[in-house]
């Protein structure tokens, strides 16, 4: 199911001649969100409120991908009392880094600009206005559970973090939750094929699995993973590799 956001916004939130009531939408009962410069006609105060609806009715794993107006630089008390520039998707324009925060503060992650407008739509007084396209995913809320699970980054940048403050070091096997782990590692999510699952060689059973501690940065011993009693050893070359060459 797809939901447009103008079918979240509330008459009270919008400067508008004609307000008609918005129709209802459930809790967790929309796919996708969409909105095409929408959110900037919004009055600031009811801004926080629009995000937290648009996370709202979204089921876990659903996504918002919003286009919007957006300004390098806060716009200016005149510019916020032109009705004009209301109209035109000027005057309640976020400012770049409050529209991506925005997400961050509804619950959202996985936040990603998939478009970003090289040359300004207008400016005003020296305020750059352009279009944004950003992508956000709903799900990292639940429980944190410890499935001795880990994740290997691959790089090129020294160190990433996530939305909920996890950091990954390139070329370490960093420990994660089972919730995080999952995020990570789903093919359809934000992060897919960026980071290496390292599934434990002896799987514990959900519902044996005991709270995970997210504080700090924590490094996966590899024999954590494989088991304390791993002592395999193997004595065949692998597949790839020719009788008497060195891989």
Same mark, same amino acid.
């Given at each position: 199911?797809?939901?447009?956001? $103008?079918?979240?916004? /509330?008459?009270?939130? !919008? #400067? =508008?001649?004609r307000?008609a009531?918005? *129709?209802?939408?459930?809790?967790?009962?929309?796919?996708?969100?969409?909105?095409?410069?929408?959110?900037?006609?919004?009055?600031?105060?009811?801004?926080?409120?629009?995000?937290?609806?648009?996370?709202?009715?979204?089921?876990?794993?659903?996504?918002?991908?919003?286009?919007?107006?957006?300004?390098?630089?806060?716009?200016?008390?005149?510019?916020?009392?032109?009705?004009?520039?209301?109209?035109?998707c000027?005057?309640?324009?976020?400012?770049?880094?409050?529209?991506?925060?925005?997400?961050?503060?509804?619950?959202?992650?996985?936040?990603?600009?998939?478009?970003?407008?090289?040359?300004?739509?207008?400016?005003?007084? $020296?305020?750059?206005? /352009?279009?944004?396209? !950003? #992508? =956000?995913?709903?799900?990292?809320?639940? *429980?944190?559970?410890?499935?001795?699970?880990?994740?290997?980054?691959?790089?090129?940048?020294?160190?990433?973090?996530?939305?909920?403050?996890?950091?990954?070091?390139?070329?370490?096997?960093?420990a994660?939750?089972?919730?995080t782990?999952?995020?990570?590692?789903?093919?359809k999510?934000?992060?897919?094929?960026?980071?290496?699952?390292?599934?434990?060689?002896?799987?514990?059973?959900?519902?044996?699995?005991?709270?995970?501690?997210?504080?700090?940065?924590?490094?996966?011993?590899?024999?954590?993973?494989k088991?304390?009693?791993?002592?395999?050893?193997?004595?065949?070359?692998?597949?790839?590799?020719?009788?008497?060459?060195?891989?």
């Open positions: 199911r797809v939901c447009g956001v $103008g079918c979240l916004v /509330r008459p009270a939130g !919008v #400067r =508008a001649r307000r009531p918005a *129709p209802a939408v459930a809790d967790d009962s929309a796919d996708l969100v969409v909105s095409n410069c929408v959110l900037n006609l919004v009055k600031p105060e009811a801004k926080a409120q629009l995000f937290a609806d648009m996370f709202r009715v979204l089921k876990r794993g659903g996504r918002a991908v919003i286009s919007d107006i957006v300004c390098d630089e806060d716009p200016t008390v005149k510019i916020q009392n032109d009705p004009e520039l209301w109209s035109g000027i005057a309640g324009a976020f400012r770049e880094d409050a529209f991506l925060d925005a997400f961050a503060r509804a619950g959202f992650h996985g936040i990603e600009v998939l478009e970003r407008a090289e040359t300004p739509w207008q400016v005003i007084d $020296g305020i750059e206005f /352009r279009s944004v396209t !950003v #992508r =956000a995913y709903k799900g990292k809320q639940g *429980p944190c559970l410890e499935r001795n699970q880990a994740v290997f980054y691959r790089g090129p940048w020294k160190a990433v973090q996530d939305d909920d403050g996890h950091t990954y070091l390139r070329g370490e096997r960093m994660v939750c089972d919730k782990y999952h995020l990570l590692i789903d093919g999510g934000p992060y897919a094929g960026q980071l290496v699952p390292m599934p434990p060689r002896v799987e514990i059973p959900l519902a044996k699995a005991g709270p995970f501690s997210c504080a700090g940065r924590a490094v996966r011993s590899p024999r954590l993973t088991g304390l009693d791993y002592r395999e050893t193997t004595t065949e070359a692998a597949p790839e590799c020719s009788p008497g060459e060195c891989c």
